[in-house]
């Protein structure tokens, strides 16, 4: 078994009275990929906001790297402080759905001002980590652009840029496609691919069922805020729940 | 024919002998935006902020600089040392009191607008930048800030344009500025000339502020 980067235990949120998440947990190993399928309000894009702290969980265990994020005190959840999220933070990057570009910047920018706003790089070493991402993701000739000047597809793909530009060591994707027309929605998957084959390690929140069988170790079929089925793409294909097979019917028929 | 020879020579006139009291107003406008602009971005935190007491407090000061006459802010601030400390008020506290009453009531409006600027911002923008690692005050001041700027400039356009007309208020308090001057000489001379040609002084250094904010505009039209 190799190390696990990225471990959610016994993870519960409620907004109000409604229970979104109820008792998941989820252990990533390093170089894995895990997609979290499931229909619309069962919980996975709550989940994924739990895990990249943009949401506090009600109660859990959160850490990265062995290294508790949140945990259960005595009188219920409590964070780590202020300085050990930070380096928490550092260990994992988030693609949006809508992309999140910050349109004042230009791509170059985009990439390489986090690497030297937050990790101090020198511009220098910043351009060219930002260079060599961009290149391998087909956008070297758009370095100059603005996001309002790209294609969907290629805002996708500088915001994965924008995101690897920090050498996180897992990479959360929130329906990175969802936002896209049908036909650019292959140039972000091909990416995706891309760094599978580079064993990034990749927890992705998809509706796209024939990629999360193609690419995945690891399927996670999320209901009801619980964890109904999870297993290899052929085991969850092959399911005999009545709900999985009913819902991969509907994606995949 | 007679009637725009005569403004011309008016305007002549004022811009000969009435220098000073032109530059009084542009001072006036230009200390006004220099505090106003800084001022309005400290309540508009408030405004926003989520301490009940901060935020009702703002909300108070805002309701009281929109809902009197400046005129009326003019002479309070003018006389209040007078009337509560009982101090004697000097000749040249004039000129502060415009300047505290006008940075005071802008600041309020500026304020508002920057509100209406910041939350316009998606929440995306700061989530992403959290993600990144970015601390609070680098997402603000290099991420939110300038997308604000970009947003806000036509309305604080219109504001800048109503705070050189309302230099004109400083009549209240017997401030030598332009239109004081303009107004003095129209009772001297028995003319409406003195106050036409002031006109066209506001029409153009208004002409002038929308040109430059217009470059602004235009400068930031790089992006969406």
Same mark, same amino acid.
Request: proline content about 4%; aromatic content about 10%.
């Given at each position: 078994?190799?190390?696990?980067?990225?471990?959610?235990?016994?993870?519960?949120?409620?907004?109000?009275?409604?229970?979104?998440?109820?008792?998941?947990?989820?252990?990533?190993?390093?170089?894995?990929?895990?997609?979290?399928?499931?229909?619309?309000?069962?919980?996975? %894009?709550?989940?994924?906001?739990?895990?990249?702290?943009?949401?506090?969980?009600? %109660?859990?265990?959160?850490?990265?790297? *062995?290294?508790?994020?949140?945990?259960?005190?005595?009188?219920?959840?409590?964070?780590?402080?202020?300085?050990?999220?930070?380096?928490?933070?550092?260990?994992?990057?988030?693609?949006?759905?809508?992309?999140?570009?910050?349109?004042?910047?230009?791509?170059?920018?985009? &990439?390489?001002?986090?690497?030297?706003?937050?990790?101090?790089?020198?511009?220098?070493?910043?351009?060219?980590?930002?260079?060599?991402?961009?290149?391998?993701?087909?956008?070297?000739?758009?370095?100059?652009?603005?996001?309002?000047?790209?294609?969907?597809?290629?805002?996708?793909?500088?915001?994965?840029?924008?995101?690897?530009?920090?050498?996180?060591?897992?990479?959360?994707?929130?329906?990175?496609?969802?936002?896209?027309?049908?036909?650019?929605? *292959?140039? &972000?998957?091909?990416?995706?691919?891309?760094?599978?084959?580079?064993?990034?390690?990749?927890?992705?929140?998809?509706?796209?069922?024939?990629?999360?069988?193609?690419? %995945?170790?690891?399927?996670?079929?999320?209901?009801?805020?619980?964890? &109904?089925?999870?297993?290899?793409?052929?085991?969850?294909?092959?399911?005999?729940?009545?709900?999985?097979?009913?819902?991969?019917?509907?994606?995949? %028929? | 024919?007679?009637?725009?020879?005569? +403004?011309?020579?008016?305007?002549?006139?004022?811009?000969?002998?009435?220098?000073?009291?032109?530059?009084?107003?542009?001072?006036?406008?230009?200390?006004?935006?220099?505090?106003?602009?800084?001022?309005?971005?400290?309540?508009?935190?408030?405004?926003?902020?989520?301490?009940?007491?901060?935020?009702?407090?703002?909300?108070?000061?805002?309701?009281?600089?929109?809902?009197?006459? +400046?005129?009326?802010?003019?002479?309070?601030?003018?006389?209040?040392?007078?009337?509560?400390?009982?101090?004697?008020?000097?000749?040249?506290?004039?000129?502060?009191?415009?300047?505290?009453?006008?940075?005071?009531?802008?600041?309020?409006?500026?304020?508002?607008?920057?509100?209406?600027?910041?939350?316009?911002?998606?929440?995306?923008?700061?989530?992403?930048?959290?993600? +990144?690692?970015?601390?609070?005050?680098?997402?603000?001041?290099?991420?939110?800030?300038?997308?604000?700027?970009?947003?806000?400039?036509?309305?604080?356009?219109?504001?800048?344009?109503?705070?050189?007309?309302?230099?004109?208020?400083?009549?209240?308090?017997?401030?030598?500025?332009?239109?004081?001057?303009?107004?003095?000489?129209?009772?001297?001379?028995?003319?409406?000339?003195?106050?036409?040609?002031?006109?066209?002084?506001?029409?153009?250094?208004?002409?002038?502020?929308?040109?430059?904010?217009?470059?602004?505009?235009?400068? +930031?039209?790089?992006?969406?």
């Amino acid at each position: 078994m190799g190390e696990i980067l990225f471990e959610v235990t016994n993870m519960s949120k409620s907004f109000g009275e409604l229970e979104v998440i109820r008792d998941v947990s989820l252990a990533v190993e390093k170089g894995e990929v895990v997609s979290i399928i499931g229909p619309s309000g069962s919980g996975k %894009s709550t989940l994924l906001r739990c895990a990249t702290m943009l949401e506090k969980m009600d %109660s859990g265990e959160l850490a990265f790297l *062995g290294e508790k994020a949140a945990y259960m005190g005595a009188s219920g959840i409590e964070y780590a402080d202020k300085k050990a999220l930070k380096k928490i933070r550092s260990y994992y990057g988030l693609v949006f759905q809508n992309f999140n570009l910050f349109p004042h910047y230009s791509v170059l920018k985009n &990439v390489i001002d986090a690497p030297m706003t937050v990790d101090g790089l020198s511009k220098e070493e910043a351009v060219a980590r930002a260079m060599e991402i961009l290149d391998r993701l087909g956008l070297a000739d758009k370095v100059d652009s603005y996001p309002c000047e790209l294609s969907g597809g290629q805002q996708q793909r500088v915001s994965i840029a924008r995101a690897l530009a920090l050498k996180p060591q897992v990479l959360f994707f929130d329906e990175p496609t969802s936002a896209l027309d049908p036909e650019l929605t *292959g140039e &972000v998957l091909k990416v995706i691919k891309q760094l599978a084959a580079e064993h990034m390690t990749m927890i992705i929140v998809t509706h796209e069922m024939q990629f999360a069988k193609e690419l %995945s170790d690891r399927i996670v079929f999320i209901e009801g805020g619980v964890i &109904v089925a999870e297993g290899s793409p052929d085991e969850i294909f092959a399911s005999d729940n009545s709900r999985v097979r009913e819902f991969i019917g509907k994606f995949t %028929s | 024919m007679e009637a725009v020879k005569s +403004l011309f020579e008016s305007m002549i006139y004022l811009a000969t002998h009435l220098s000073e009291a032109m530059l009084v107003s542009v001072e006036i406008f230009l200390l006004t935006l220099l505090f106003a602009l800084p001022l309005g971005l400290l309540v508009a935190f408030g405004r926003m902020s989520k301490n009940p007491i901060i935020c009702t407090v703002v909300k108070i000061y805002i309701a009281i600089m929109r809902g009197t006459p +400046l005129m009326l802010q003019l002479i309070v601030v003018y006389f209040a040392p007078f009337f509560v400390f009982g101090m004697k008020i000097t000749q040249s506290y004039r000129f502060i009191a415009v300047i505290i009453a006008f940075s005071i009531n802008y600041a309020a409006y500026f304020a508002e607008i920057y509100r209406a600027g910041i939350q316009s911002i998606p929440v995306g923008q700061y989530e992403a930048a959290h993600i +990144l690692g970015y601390s609070k005050a680098q997402t603000f001041f290099k991420i939110i800030m300038p997308q604000v700027v970009k947003r806000i400039l036509p309305p604080v356009t219109n504001e800048t344009i109503t705070l050189v007309k309302d230099t004109s208020l400083a009549f209240a308090i017997a401030v030598a500025e332009m239109f004081t001057k303009a107004k003095e000489l129209s009772a001297s001379q028995a003319s409406i000339t003195p106050l036409m040609a002031a006109g066209v002084f506001y029409f153009i250094f208004n002409y002038l502020v929308a040109f430059i904010m217009e470059r602004f505009e235009k400068a +930031l039209d790089y992006y969406r």
